[in-house]
C-alpha cells in the first residue's frame, strides 16, 4: 500500500503529489503547480519520470496516458495555479508530450465563491469587469502602496482571470469538478463526513462557510459603494476593497488525508488559527487538544504572519514541509523558531526545506532589503520605525541552524531534478 508525499521544487509557491493505491494500481493526486517556469522546470519532468517507471512496471502500454485521480487547486494565487494553467494549456493542445488522464478538478473558484449575480460581475461595477482578459500588465503604473497587505490583495484580484480560465479549461478536458462534493463548494462543517478516494480518507479542514461570508460580505460592500457613486471602479479602489489580512487566502483548501494508520495536512497557504478551528469543526481535533499527524505541509510557505507558536504545539508531526525559496521571506526564521520553540530537539522529526539553505538567505536578504527601502520610502513611517540592515547572524536562516545544530541534523533539502519522497507505508517506485 502506498501513501506517499512527493515534494516538488516550486520557487516561492506549493507543488506537490500524493501517493496512494497499491503496487498494481498506483494513483496520484496533484496538488498546486507553483509560479512560472514550475512546470517546465519541474512538474512536467516529475510526471514524466513517473509515467516512465508506470510503463517500465507493465502499468501502462505506450501510448497510454499517466491516469490522475484529482488535480487539486488549493486556492488562485499565481503561485499556486499558474503551473496547473500550464499544464491544461499543453493539455489542450494535446502536444506530443505528457499526456495524462485526469478524473477529476478540485477548486473553489473566486467566481463560484461569490454569490453575486452574473450580470453584477460583469456590468462594470464587479471584479470580473475589471479583470476580464487582464493579462501580467493589468496593473502596469497603477500605485497601489507598499502596505503588504495590498500586494498580497493585488495578486489574489489579479489571479481570479486564471482561477475562470482554469475552470474552462477543465470543462474542456472533460475534468469533472469537484466530483466527490457533488460539484459544489469544498467546504468543512461541524462533523463533516470523510470522503473516500480509493482508499485514501479526506477530510476538509478548510474553508469555513464563515470564511467565504467575510469575503461576500466585503464584496457586496464595495459592489454597492462604486453603484452609489457611479463610477467604473479603478484598480486601486478594487485593492481597498479586499485588503484584509484573512481575505487574500480565505479560500484554501485545507486537506487531511488518512491512509493505513498514516495521516497528512496539507494546508494551502491557510492561517493556522482558522486550520485549528476547522479541524475542531471537522470534529478532528478535540477543543484543548493536540493532532499529531505524520506529515504536515507548513502553511503559507512558512509565513510567520499565519502562524504562532501555538500552532506547532496543538498540531505536531513527524515531518514539516516547508515549501518556499526565500522570496518574501519565506520560509522565516521566526516559524522555524517557533517550531523549535513548540517541539525542542529530542523529539524526532524531519524538517523538509524546497531550496538549499544558502540560496534561500540570499532571497530572503534581497526581500529584506526591498521592503526596508519600502519603508524608508513611505510618507508615514512604519510604528516600529524603518527595519534595520540585514543581519546575517540575526535575520539569517544559515546563522539559526548554525547556533542550533541538532535542528540543523534534521533537515533534508529537495535536490534539483530529484524525487524527494517521503513514504509513509511502502516506497513508491517513481
Excluded at 493579462?135 to 495590498?150: H, P, R, S
Excluded at 504572519?305 to 520560509?331: I, K, L, Q, W
Excluded at 533539502?413 to 517506485?429: F, N, R, T
Aim: net charge negative; glycine share 8%; aromatic share 6%.
Amino acid at each position: 500500500m502506498y501513501f506517499s508525499l512527493d515534494v516538488l521544487r516550486a520557487r516561492q509557491g506549493d507543488c506537490l503529489m500524493l501517493h496512494y493505491g497499491t503496487e498494481d494500481r498506483p494513483r496520484v493526486m496533484l496538488i498546486d503547480g507553483g509560479p512560472a517556469t514550475v512546470y517546465a522546470q519541474s512538474l512536467e519532468p516529475r510526471l514524466q519520470k513517473l509515467r516512465a517507471a508506470r510503463e517500465r512496471a507493465g502499468l501502462l502500454d505506450t501510448a497510454d496516458p499517466l491516469p490522475v485521480d484529482v488535480v487539486l487547486v488549493s486556492h488562485i494565487d499565481d503561485d499556486h495555479i499558474r503551473g496547473i494553467l500550464d499544464l491544461t494549456h499543453e493539455q489542450r493542445r494535446r502536444a506530443a508530450g505528457l499526456r495524462l488522464a485526469v478524473t477529476s478538478l478540485w477548486h473553489n473558484s473566486f467566481d463560484d465563491l461569490l454569490s453575486t449575480k452574473p450580470d453584477e460581475l460583469t456590468s462594470g461595477f464587479g471584479t470580473a469587469s475589471i479583470l476580464a482578459g487582464a493579462d501580467a500588465n493589468l496593473f502596469a503604473g497603477v500605485e497601489v502602496g507598499d502596505n503588504e497587505e495590498e500586494a498580497a490583495a493585488q495578486a489574489v484580484l489579479a489571479s481570479v482571470p486564471q482561477g475562470r480560465t482554469l475552470r474552462d479549461d477543465a470543462a474542456d478536458l472533460g475534468w469533472k469538478p469537484n466530483h466527490k462534493f457533488k460539484g459544489k463548494l469544498i467546504l468543512t462543517a461541524p462533523e463533516v463526513a470523510p470522503v473516500d478516494l480509493n482508499c485514501v480518507s479526506i477530510t476538509v479542514a478548510g474553508p469555513m462557510q464563515k470564511e467565504l461570508q467575510a469575503l461576500q460580505d466585503l464584496h457586496d460592500q464595495w459592489l454597492r459603494r462604486r453603484k452609489s457613486e457611479g463610477t467604473r471602479p479603478t484598480a486601486s479602489a478594487m485593492l481597498a476593497a479586499f485588503v484584509d489580512k484573512s481575505v487574500p487566502n480565505l479560500s484554501s483548501i485545507v486537506l487531511l488525508a488518512e491512509c493505513g494508520g498514516k495521516t497528512m495536512l496539507l494546508t494551502g497557504d491557510a492561517r493556522g488559527d482558522k486550520i485549528i478551528e476547522g479541524l475542531e469543526m471537522a470534529g478532528k481535533l478535540a477543543e484543548g487538544e493536540t493532532l499529531h499527524v505524520d506529515i504536515l505541509k507548513v502553511p503559507h510557505h512558512g509565513s510567520d504572519n499565519n502562524m504562532e507558536t501555538s500552532f506547532f504545539e496543538r498540531v505536531t508531526a513527524d515531518h514539516y514541509v516547508f515549501s518556499g525559496n526565500g522570496d518574501h521571506g519565506n520560509p522565516e526564521r521566526a516559524t522555524l523558531q517557533m517550531l523549535l520553540d513548540a517541539r525542542g530537539v529530542d523529539d524526532d522529526y524531519t524538517i523538509h526545506l524546497t531550496y538549499p539553505i544558502e540560496e534561500i538567505d540570499a532571497a530572503r536578504e534581497a526581500d529584506w532589503t526591498k521592503q526596508q527601502a519600502k519603508e524608508a520610502n513611505r510618507a508615514k513611517p512604519p510604528k516600529g520605525g524603518v527595519r534595520p540592515d540585514w543581519s546575517a547572524e540575526e535575520q539569517g536562516l544559515v546563522a539559526f541552524f548554525a547556533d542550533n545544530p541538532e535542528l540543523a541534523a534534521k533537515v533534508k533539502i529537495v535536490a534539483d531534478g530529484k524525487p524527494h519522497l517521503i513514504d509513509l507505508l511502502d516506497k513508491v517506485v517513481a
